[in-house]
């Protein structure tokens, strides 16, 4: 197949989306496809060679690592020689038009939020992963909580809040501790917070109105981190996460050797029956496709608390569901295959062997 891996971006995760990419096109590069990997903000800008040689076009290793911190994207936007208010970079429509299926790669609000979804839905190019509207509640923490409020999963309460600097006293006074502060709809732990201490929340609070003041202020639970993907219609192991230091923040989760996991999780099986079946109920209630990633907290009791379901779950040197896929016995170019073969299925693309 002809393949577009679309990676990059706008966004807080763009280095992870960076990453995530080139190890994808590699893999799909190895299984025979012609593979195109294109940053999705930047484009072929200054690129003289013409679209079809995309698809041989020597893949930048160099994404591969995650720096330590998220990026500066004024810096960015400002790089872009094209001054284009648009998001997709020059080139990136034409170049998506002629692949048999893009593989999305991105991650955070810009590509996990259901509107690159939406534009390719408009123009009938087909992707991977969940479709927009589904993609637009899950990257939604406080409308996804909603959603599932009622299933019987069990989630930390919760507020959302929209405020500006001038609220911010107020909220500190009334707000119950700990609590974990979360920008409404951003990923890989970028400007989450936990909080417990007024001094921590309002510095917490004065760094999320850089994310646009718009944050869920959720109850602190106590327990194990345990993730669990959604494949091909089963989950997979689950994985267990434990930080050498801290929370399971940024930093945490993309620089090698800060964080211990460990797939199979070291749980009872009941567990892991229970988190299965809160994955399995989260996963259809959203209305998700092809997979995702559902993150829990689980208590002393074996109780699990849903925290939030990832529709698009990073493929880097780190990432977690690589690791539950091998586990399972799914290697990684064979979790890209299933991931391509289940999308265009849910595009109604299906190809014949």
């Known amino acids: 197949m002809k393949i577009v891996v679309l990676a990059g971006g706008l966004s807080g995760e763009r280095n992870v989306s960076l990453s995530s990419g080139v190890m994808v096109a590699q893999a799909l590069r190895g299984g025979g496809h012609e593979v195109a990997l294109v940053d999705m903000f930047f484009g072929l800008e200054g690129c003289s060679d013409s679209l079809e040689s ?17 990026p500066d994207l004024k810096a960015v936007r400002a790089s872009r020689e094209d001054k284009s208010p648009s998001l997709f970079g ?26 690159v979804q939406a534009a390719f839905d408009l123009m009938g190019i087909p992707y991977t ?5 589904p993609s637009a509640i899950a990257m939604d923490k406080d409308l996804t909580k909603r959603l599932i409020a009622d299933t019987g999963v069990k989630t930390p309460s919760w507020r959302k809040v929209v405020y500006a600097a001038d609220d911010i006293p107020a909220l500190v006074e009334e707000t119950a501790l700990p609590v974990v502060v979360k920008p409404l709809d951003s990923g890989s732990s970028i400007g989450v917070a936990i909080a417990s201490t007024k ?67 070291p749980i009872p099986p009941e567990w892991e029956e229970r988190i299965a079946r809160d994955t399995k109920t989260v996963f259809e209630t959203v209305g998700l496709s092809v997979y995702a990633r559902a993150d829990f907290i689980v208590t002393p009791d074996g109780t699990p608390w849903f925290l ?17 896929a091998q586990a399972a016995g799914i290697g990684y170019g064979d979790l890209c295959e299933i991931v391509i073969k289940q999308s265009l299925k849910a595009r109604g693309r299906e190809r014949e062997e």
């Open 199 to 265: 001094e921590e929340l309002q510095a917490a609070l004065t760094d999320c109105l850089s994310y646009g003041g718009r944050v869920v202020l959720e109850q602190y639970i106590r327990g194990r981190e345990i993730q669990m993907a959604w494949l091909e219609g089963h989950v997979l192991p689950s994985i267990e996460i434990i930080p050498k230091e801290g929370f399971y923040d940024y930093k945490n989760k993309y620089q090698p050797g800060a964080t211990v996991e460990i797939t199979p999780s």
């Open 308 to 324: 939030e379901i990832n529709t698009l779950p990073g493929m880097t040197p780190t990432s977690l569901v690589p690791q539950e």
């Open 129 to 133: 992963g969940s479709g927009s509207f």
């Open 90 to 115: 020059p080139g990136v429509l034409e170049l998506c038009r002629m692949a048999d299926i893009v593989y999305l790669a991105l991650h955070g609000d810009v590509g996990e939020n259901g509107s």
């Open 54 to 70: 995309q698809f041989q076009a020597p893949l930048p290793l160099q994404w591969r690592r995650v720096a330590a911190e998220a």
